[in-house]
């Protein structure tokens, strides 16, 4: 009797042992996972902070009046400045979202107030999302062979046009999720006032969700003013300013993705002081953008105990 | 008469917004036409051997243009960008989500934000100017000298513009856009699978590996191809570092060859393409990155749908 008990007595703490080492290999695998994912975000942060810190640290010493308002002098030599790059981005950009803008915006309206869940918006809604993961390159080819090849240059149309495809699909998306959030109260507080669908989803539904479709706008600009390949094969690049003639419309125009990509291409010493002067504006630009973004976000999600802010 | 008034400017609306939706997909029809229509010459002078064809000769009277080298350039570097990208995009999302507390895990998740708004040519300059350097001291010498005899792998004298540093930087590019996707899909699980998965005393690891990942499947690998996607389609960074071979020679034999991808061969040579059939056959490369990228993104879309709605902010 005493010998079975003493046994089951050993089995036990055989049994309870390993356990014990099981779960302590079990907290250790636990802390080294915990460390692994800790590296990953190091690792993440190490090429953020060295752009940041070398774009700030070459491109301060770039920048002066001069830089950003004179066309390019000569590059061997230095002088002059990319004022005709940044004036093309802010055009190319606006013209952009002119045509970018109001469809990405109505066509969001359609798919969130009109759609419903029929085939067409099915079609709609999911081609735009793989329009988002189409390369910006061959987004290009369009500005090329329509229009490009029909003026017979180089110009700010087919740039634009480039651009506003690339934007669409942003801005459809967000303006739909935007809109899909505002209460159903609002639109049927509408409609009891015998208010038209129409006006009640401009003026209410819409504007309850302003804050919403503003960000996917400033999402799709600040994606836009980045882009440097549909512009290779539509707007070229020049040292020269956009003229506001009609001429100017058929002549190639300038952006700061260009300038910069120009720029690299070059093997002097002020071509690498101008291309990242050039950066540092644009990293501004597409930077104080995202950051006018976050002000929006904060105040994004409907709130329904705060009632409806028409 | 009133109701007739209120009914005709709904109708016009709803026209109007209908409208704005067929736009978008006619833009995709153009998009299809445009590579097709100006891809028709080369594929008249070259047939199908386009697809297969190794030369790359734009001198007028002997044109010979192969698609090959640059399909298989684009897949090695993607496949680079992968292999480095997606473990550390899965660790990135994972702390977000399920190991730091709100208070960390918020602003960690903006700063991820910030470096997927950074504009590529950013990257690109960055990746010439600094990074290149730093890969070719750090990474590439000490591995050539290693291993330079030995593998062949690694049987060529660095110098800095070469697949690997296209692969990385590519890496480095698709990190926060598949974490963002990521964290997003793993915050869509219940948090019921979690309290189960805790309450039978796992550890956060093994909930992480037995019951999130598992859960989540679908989802995290459609986020995974969407960085696919983005990586075998990203231009500008990569033509700016990956060497510009041409022909033959842009068939990557080691790690640190010099190679091109499809984009990257369109966006360099676009400017000097000086014959019909040469500006044609660049085109016929953007209609071949055109049907890669469909097919992958429409993968993707099939993937990601099943779990969540993601939001579509292009690269967030």
């Not at chain 2, 993607?78 to 960390?104: Q, T, W």
């Not at chain 2, 000097?272 to 429409?298: D, K, Q, R, Y």
């Amino acid at each position: 009797m005493g010998d079975i008990s003493s046994i089951q007595e050993k089995r036990r703490s055989v049994i309870q042992d390993a356990i014990v080492r099981q779960n302590k290999k079990r907290r250790l695998m636990d802390r080294v996972f915990t460390g692994v994912t800790i590296a990953c975000i190091a690792l993440a942060m190490i090429p953020l902070g060295s752009i940041l810190i070398e774009v700030v640290k070459n491109g301060a010493s770039a920048i002066s009046v001069e830089f950003l308002t004179r066309p390019q002098g000569s590059i061997v030599s230095g002088g002059g400045g990319i004022g005709p790059a940044i004036q093309g981005t802010l055009l190319v950009v606006g013209y952009a979202s002119l045509i970018g803008v109001p469809v990405g915006v109505l066509a969001g309206i359609y798919l969130s107030e009109y759609a419903g869940n029929n085939r067409f918006a099915y079609i709609v809604r999911f081609f735009n999302n793989v329009m988002t993961g189409m390369p910006s390159i061959v987004i290009g080819i369009v500005g090329y062979i329509l229009i490009v090849l029909a003026v017979g240059s180089f110009n700010i149309t087919a740039g634009a046009l480039a651009l506003s495809i690339i934007m669409i699909p942003i801005v459809v998306g967000v303006t739909e999720e935007t809109l899909k959030l505002v209460p159903h109260s609002i639109r049927e507080a509408g409609h009891s006032l015998g208010i038209p669908k129409w006006r009640v989803t401009l003026f209410i539904t819409l504007r309850s969700a302003k804050n919403g479709v503003l960000t996917g706008i400033v999402l799709a600009l600040s994606r836009i003013s980045g882009e440097t390949a549909p512009l290779i094969m539509t707007i070229l690049g020049t040292s020269l300013f956009f003229q506001f003639t009609f001429e100017g419309f058929t002549d190639p125009v300038d952006a700061l993705p260009l300038r910069i990509f120009r720029l690299a291409a070059l093997p002097y010493e002020h071509a690498e002081s101008f291309g990242w002067g050039a950066a540092l504006v644009l990293i501004l630009i597409v930077l104080s953008l995202s950051m006018a973004l976050r002000f929006l976000v904060l105040d994004r999600r409907y709130k329904a105990s705060g009632g409806a802010r028409l | 008469m009133f109701l007739g008034k209120k009914r005709k400017g709904d109708r016009i609306f709803r026209w109007v917004v209908i409208g704005a939706s067929g736009y978008t997909l006619l833009m995709l029809v153009l998009v299809a036409f445009s590579v097709i229509e100006g891809a028709i010459p080369v594929f008249s002078l070259e047939g199908l051997s386009f697809f297969i064809g190794t030369d790359w000769n734009p001198v007028e009277g002997r044109e010979s243009y192969g698609a090959l080298p640059y399909v298989i350039g684009t897949l090695v570097t993607a496949g680079i960008a992968m292999v480095i990208g997606v473990p550390i995009s899965l660790g990135i999302a994972v702390f977000i989500s399920e190991i730091a507390p709100p208070k960390v895990g918020t602003p960690v998740a903006y700063v991820i934000e910030v470096l997927a708004a950074i504009p590529s040519i950013i990257y690109g300059l960055w990746a010439l100017l600094v990074f290149r350097i730093w890969l070719l001291d750090l990474i590439e010498r000490p591995l050539y000298q290693a291993f330079g005899g030995t593998l062949p792998f690694f049987a060529k004298a660095p110098f800095g513009l070469d697949v690997f540093t296209a692969g990385i930087v590519l890496a480095v590019m698709i990190i926060p856009i598949i974490s963002s996707i990521s964290r997003e899909i793993l915050k869509a699980i219940p948090n019921s699978q979690r309290e189960a998965a805790y309450s039978l005393g796992a550890t956060r690891w093994e909930t992480v590996r037995k019951v999130l990942f598992p859960y989540a499947k679908a989802g995290l690998l459609g986020a995974t191809v969407i960085g696919l996607g983005r990586a075998v389609g990203e231009t500008i960074l990569v033509t700016m570092v990956i060497g510009n071979a041409l022909g033959i020679a842009a068939i990557p034999t080691t790690l640190f060859s010099q190679s091109n991808t499809i984009s990257s061969v369109i966006a360099s040579q676009f400017n000097e393409a000086v014959t019909p059939f040469h500006s044609s056959a660049l085109i016929a490369l953007g209609a071949v990155l055109f049907v890669l990228t469909m097919g992958i993104n429409i993968g993707a879309q099939l993937l990601v749908s099943r779990m969540v709605k993601v939001v579509p902010g292009g690269r967030e």
